[in-house]
């Protein structure tokens, strides 16, 4: 489904020196310190070396690369899409990907995802993108096969309607906004322009937890790890106290009365320093205790409100033989490369049915910095650690046949935990790359040539 054409747009014919590439969820834009998008650098590189490509590329733009909910309403959003189009800072990637696609056989489509779902019934939006040289096409889908290869169809959508939370019925009715979209107006953007819990427990970085249903441990844990912190801190004072007291009075004197003086004030702040231990170590473990019910029943309502994962429904939904609702006429068996995105979660795998037809199932991931949750000791809640995601998918045509491979570019996380997270997870830590690199292949699956991917 294109904008421009018919409701069925067929499927592109490639030639098989095409390069196809899925990128999505980079999120750009937002207001009022919203914005989550760090890394136009990095982007503008991939973007200058996938145009390098001797033959063909069709750079496919599989959802959320605008985030036009992080903007403002909807409806509201066309003279803020021109300024982040102006911006200085994005100045090099949109002059990259404006170069890149007026390079001859190259081409840019833009399917829709449920961030910038306005882009499809906002006409003046779809014209602010061509004016400027960045796209060729919208829509709401993206099938092709390569010239060689007729019955090994690779299709892309953004995979949002995968999702109960984030599913749009109608996106050409500008009123059809699903429940994701409201959390977005109501939640986020408020939290992204500073709000604080406390004086000094500021949630700006809830839009960097991953996954989302973690964000209730995520409060939990700056909440716990801060007040576990802050009574260590008083209880080391103490200590220090008592023994600058100690030894203050022995060098008063050593008389039998000043030495008794001296255990009964050292058996004081030794009793009250015990009693403030115990006292912290009951408050850890009701903490914990409470923390973790908290969190198991928001989990258990999450769960009960909805069946089952994206992942799990996309490979449901292709061993069916009914169309899917965003490819037009596309049957799932006839699918032989399935790429999405939206979950953040960049993956590989394949499905292989009892009539030995298979499929590759990829996500591409996104271009974010996420919060990544990782096991403390002793049971405490989850640290969660910064880490950049900049993952795409590439699809090519190989001796063997369609080839699927997941790629990403390391960048290096600023990491300023706080030294009771550390502790709470020494030995623990994920790996962060030591400096940004080369884009490095993660994962590579086939479709052979011969093999059936259709009934």
């Known amino acids: 489904m294109t904008g421009d054409s018919a409701p069925d747009p067929g499927v592109r014919p490639l030639s098989d020196d095409t390069l196809v590439v899925f990128l999505s969820d980079t999120h750009i834009g937002g207001t009022d310190g919203t914005e989550i998008f760090e890394s136009a650098t990095e982007l503008t590189a991939l973007v200058m070396e996938i145009g390098q490509h001797v033959g063909p590329v069709e750079l496919v733009l599989l959802g959320d690369f605008l985030d036009l909910q992080r903007m403002g309403q909807t409806g509201q959003v066309n003279e803020r899409v021109t300024a982040t189009l102006t911006r200085p800072d994005y100045a090099e990637l949109f002059d990259a990907l404006r170069a890149f696609r007026s390079a001859a056989g190259h081409r840019v489509t833009y399917v829709m995802g449920n961030h910038d779902a306005e882009l499809w019934w906002n006409v003046r939006l779809q014209d602010v993108l061509r004016d400027a040289g960045l796209v060729d096409e919208f829509a709401l889908s993206y099938a092709a096969r390569f010239k060689s290869l007729g019955d090994q169809l690779i299709y892309g959508e953004h995979g949002n309607q995968f999702d109960p939370t984030n599913r749009v019925s109608d996106y050409?009715?500008?009123?059809?906004?699903?429940i994701g979209a409201h959390v977005v107006d109501e939640i986020v953007r408020p939290i992204g322009s500073g709000t604080r819990l406390?004086?000094?427990?500021?949630?700006?970085?809830v839009s960097f937890v991953f996954p989302l249903a973690a964000i209730p441990e995520w409060i939990a844990g700056r909440i716990f790890y801060r007040f576990l912190g802050e009574a260590l801190r008083w209880i080391f004072i103490l200590f220090v106290i008592a023994n600058v007291a100690h030894a203050f009075l022995i060098w008063l004197g050593s008389s039998d009365e000043q030495r008794a003086t001296t255990r009964t004030i050292l058996g004081e702040v030794a009793y009250d320093v015990g009693l403030l231990v115990l006292v912290g170590a009951v408050v850890f473990l009701a903490g914990r205790r409470t923390a973790r019910r908290a969190i198991s029943l928001l989990a258990l309502r999450l769960t009960s409100a909805s069946s089952g994962s994206e992942p799990t429904r996309i490979r449901g939904a292709l061993l069916t033989d009914e169309p899917l609702p965003m490819a037009g006429g596309v049957t799932p068996r006839n699918i032989a490369v399935f790429v999405s995105?939206?979950?953040?979660?960049?993956?590989?795998?394949?499905?292989?049915?009892d009539d030995e037809t298979m499929t590759v199932i990829v996500n591409t991931g996104c271009w974010l910095r996420q919060l990544h949750p990782v096991p403390a000791r002793f049971g405490a809640p989850h640290v969660f650690v910064p880490m950049f995601v900049q993952t795409h998918v590439r699809v090519r045509r190989s001796k063997e046949g369609v080839a699927v491979e997941l790629w990403d570019r390391p960048k290096p996380a600023p990491r300023t935990l706080p030294w009771i997270e550390r502790a709470a997870i020494a030995g623990r830590i994920p790996n962060n790359p030591q400096s940004p690199g080369p884009p490095r292949q993660l994962d590579r699956q086939l479709v052979a040539s011969?093999?059936?991917a259709s009934t």
């Open 172 to 178: 050409s009715d500008p009123l059809d906004t699903p």
């Open 198 to 205: 406390t004086g000094n427990l500021d949630l700006r970085d």
């Open 341 to 353: 995105g939206h979950t953040h979660a960049p993956s590989s795998s394949q499905l292989r049915r």
């Open 450 to 452: 011969g093999t059936r």
